[in-house]
């Protein structure tokens, strides 16, 4: 409860074998008896009324649930419930050892299982004796059953790494309601989730996501909890092949992740510090390491290290993408399209993107790319051909590759220069909304947001952000507004709007990126910004430029995320110098800010349903043109909308 208050949460994990008795007081397990009474067991091939016993952490005798059994699932419920009820109100479940993962070679037998050393809290107490599991485990027969003894599988003549196919896991002979183990031994994890997801539904009353994490998978497991790749090592090499492993996963339906800093063997310092940068684009991160290694949290290497500095960046970094990453995560949903993606997904026009799997993009705008060797300051970034990127810090276009056929580019990541982060790049032609950091993801899902706009060689960008509540079931209930930037207007458009606490949710920031050199006005006051009357806030924005980036930052903006918006941007003046031909600068103001002349105007022609439509073409291509301009209301149309006039010079 005090975690709850505090909008954080908590997740228990959980062994599928259940043992005969409890290790602390050697009295019969309860759960145990129950599933003989249900008769919910994994079956002896010897006796197929008796559950097939092995050992694994509790080091007592223990049985497998067979999840393919109907009565399976409300007897794992009910167990799940009662576990609940004696405190503690999880978030979820993490499914562990669930291959089905045994210590013995098929089943308990004397000498037939090895001695795993574990913490303390695995062992009975010093100096006991193991009861006996009790005597009478019989089950009820399994519907159909013609007899008790079910036919022995044999090995077959190839063995996958030259070891049986029993080696640390339960007999495949034993006896499941659909098959043999034999035939279902693959799914095992995959019933064991799907049985974890409805029981939590459930016990959450049919309103509140369950969160389940699973060691094991099979195809479609991705529609019912996350997943992580299982225990790794601390070493360069793990590190490198994670992120093939999360590529793959991802485009087999699954939220996915790997422990960070390694599972098995004590880490280092500098392995540690990368694998934050990198693990915070996994699309499901997390530190873990096994019982016995040095601590690897990133507080456990001192506020003074490099770990505690690249781990606070990254996850800071990770947790102001959260508003991006959401939606991302809905458009998996909705697509299919993993999160973290290979290059080729994004640019398969390219065949030198089809083979990475050192670098790749996480959702539909973002490039990583991160240092995966010992002792480099530097990494190889490539950028694919007639693409546009921009650094996520820095808001610097990345330089405009001539030859058109893609280039790699020696991107710094130098913790002496303490660049903490990996190295991040934005898509040219993308919106991506992020928000201010707070300590947990309910805090921070409460801030303003701000949209990055980084414009195409065309001067527009598109984007999206999808919002909920982020716990319940209810479909419909859910806000996506498409965004997008042309003609100098910044457009919010709803899609769906079923969050009605959408508008309290607010863009009150917009970061532009990528100006045009030419309209890059960097005197004090050169941008008026107009917004909508919808989405009016109570103070008047303010426009900052940047001429060494070319960014344009408007702040104290205050634009709803439930209820459609226009933001007008218009330019009072530009560094261009007068044409030869053209008439001289003077000037007198026209309504609402529209500069006649001295200046030039931007302004962006929306219709009722928020489309526009512009061309690319820049106004020096056009001056033998003769530009027609109407002056009304204020507005500036030309019929041809492709030609403006060099008074009326529009940003591309």
């Known amino acids: 409860e005090y975690l709850a208050q505090r909008g954080q949460h908590h997740v228990y994990i959980v062994d599928p074998a259940v043992p005969a008795i409890a290790n602390a007081t050697g009295a019969p397990y309860k759960p145990f008896l129950d599933g003989l009474k249900d008769g919910v067991f994994v079956r002896d091939p010897r006796d197929t009324n008796k559950p097939l016993l092995s050992r694994v952490w509790p080091h007592v005798n223990v049985a497998f649930p067979d999840f393919t059994n109907n009565k399976t699932q409300p007897w794992w419920e009910r167990s799940i419930g009662e576990f609940f009820d004696l405190g503690g109100n999880p978030s979820g479940l993490w499914i562990d050892m669930n291959e089905p993962s045994s210590f013995c070679q098929g089943q308990y037998a004397p000498n037939n299982c090895r001695k795993v050393q574990g913490p303390p809290w695995s062992d009975p107490p010093a100096g006991a004796v193991e009861p006996a599991p009790p005597a009478s485990i019989t089950m009820p027969a399994l519907p159909g059953s013609t007899g008790t003894v079910a036919p022995t599988i044999g090995e077959p003549p190839y063995q996958p790494g030259g070891v049986a196919l029993f080696n640390q896991t339960i007999n495949i002979s034993s006896v499941q309601a659909w098959s043999q183990h034999y035939n279902v031994h693959n799914m095992y994890g995959h019933m064991e989730l799907k049985a974890t997801a409805e029981s939590l539904r459930n016990l959450f009353g049919g309103r509140r996501r369950p969160f389940v994490l699973t060691r094991s998978t099979f195809a479609g497991s991705g529609k019912y909890g996350a997943h992580w790749s299982g225990d790794n090592y601390s070493t360069w090499k793990s590190m490198r092949s994670s992120v093939s492993s999360i590529l793959s996963n991802g485009m087999f339906g699954l939220m996915i992740g790997s422990d960070i800093c390694g599972f098995s063997g004590n880490t280092t310092e500098p392995l540690c510090a990368r694998w934050l940068q990198l693990g915070a684009f996994y699309p499901f991160m997390r530190n873990h390491n096994t019982w016995d290694t040095i601590a690897q949290e990133v507080y456990a290497f001192g506020t003074d290290s490099v770990v505690f500095e690249t781990g606070k960046a990254s996850i800071q970094l990770r947790y102001s993408l959260l508003p991006y990453l959401y939606t991302q995560a809905f458009l998996t ?76 580019h020696t991107v710094s990541s130098d913790f002496g220069k303490k660049e903490w982060t990996v190295p991040l790049f934005q898509v040219g032609g993308s919106i991506v909304v992020r928000q201010k950091v707070q300590a947990t ?27 909920d509540d982020g716990e319940t079931t209810d479909s419909d209930a859910n806000t996506m507004m498409e965004l997008s930037y042309g003609n100098n207007v910044f457009t919010g458009r709803l899609a769906h709007n079923g969050y009605l606490k959408a508008r309290e949710m607010f863009v009150s920031q917009l970061t532009i990126r990528g100006l045009h050199e030419d309209d890059a006005a960097a005197q004090p006051n050169c941008f008026k910004i107009d ?118 010079y529009v940003l591309q």
């Open 441 to 467: 993801t309910a805090a921070t899902a409460l801030q303003p947001m701000e949209a990055v706009i980084a414009l195409g060689d065309d001067g527009s960008a598109v984007g999206s952000v999808f919002l």
């Open 333 to 408: 949903h909705t697509t299919g399209v993993a999160i973290a993606r290979p290059m080729m997904v994004s640019f398969f026009d390219d065949p030198k993107t089809w083979t990475m799997d050192q670098q790749f993009m996480f959702g539909d705008s973002l490039l990583v790319c991160p240092v995966l060797t010992e002792d480099s300051t530097t990494v190889e970034c490539y950028m694919p051909k007639e693409s546009i990127f921009y650094d996520w810090l820095t808001g610097v276009r990345v330089p405009v590759d001539t030859s058109k056929q893609g280039q790699m």
């Open 531 to 648: 917004v909508s009357s919808s989405a009016k806030g109570p103070n008047e924005p303010v426009a900052v430029y940047t001429p060494e980036t070319r960014t344009l930052a408007v702040s104290q903006l205050q634009l709803p995320l439930g209820v459609d918006f226009d933001v007008h941007i218009k330019v009072l003046c530009h560094n261009k110098p007068n044409v030869p031909g053209q008439p001289p600068s003077h000037g007198s103001d026209h309504h609402t800010g529209l500069i006649i002349a001295g200046c030039a105007v931007a302004l962006a022609l929306a219709g009722a349903a928020g489309l526009f439509v512009y061309r690319r073409r820049r106004a020096r291509e056009s001056l033998s043109h003769q530009a027609t301009m109407l002056l009304n209301d204020g507005d500036v149309y030309d019929p041809h909308a492709d030609v403006y006039d060099e008074e009326a």
